[in-house]
């Protein structure tokens, strides 16, 4: 079984920034994308930025420009750099690891969630 553990949301002010953190432990894993997703209330969750094996990344219009997902492969860890913070981007950020188990059978893992409220 893996775990993913998100730390970093928090309250601030429009124009602001917050980084998020997932790190990941547990069961071997060969991982294919490391993403950040969200759910605001009443609405489905959404991709934020993804980031794959070899390091390609792929972002939400909403977000372009404005946010950065990055990987630290030592620590096991995917970071979400979110600059130029709106109130639209409050919601509960999602930690999300697809990748394939040492048998090779496709896993999807979530992390729990961390709000993230924007202020105006």
């Known amino acids: 079984q893996v775990q993913l553990v998100e730390s970093g949301g928090g309250l601030v002010q429009a124009g602001g920034s917050l980084r998020l953190s997932c790190a990941r432990s547990?069961?071997?894993?060969?991982?294919?994308?490391m993403g950040w997703y969200r759910q605001a209330p009443g609405r489905q969750r959404d991709l934020v930025a993804v980031i794959t094996r070899l390091g390609s990344t792929n972002y939400a219009d909403f977000v372009k420009g404005r946010f950065t997902i990055s990987r630290d492969n030592a620590k096991n860890t995917v970071y979400l750099q979110m600059n130029s913070l709106k109130p639209e981007d409050t919601a509960v950020y999602y930690c999300?690891?697809?990748?394939?188990?040492?048998?090779?059978?496709?896993?999807?893992?979530w992390g729990q969630g961390t709000q993230v409220t924007v202020s105006s």
């Open positions: 547990g069961s071997a894993l060969s991982i294919n994308t």
């Open positions: 999300n690891v697809q990748g394939n188990s040492a048998l090779g059978y496709p896993r999807d893992y």
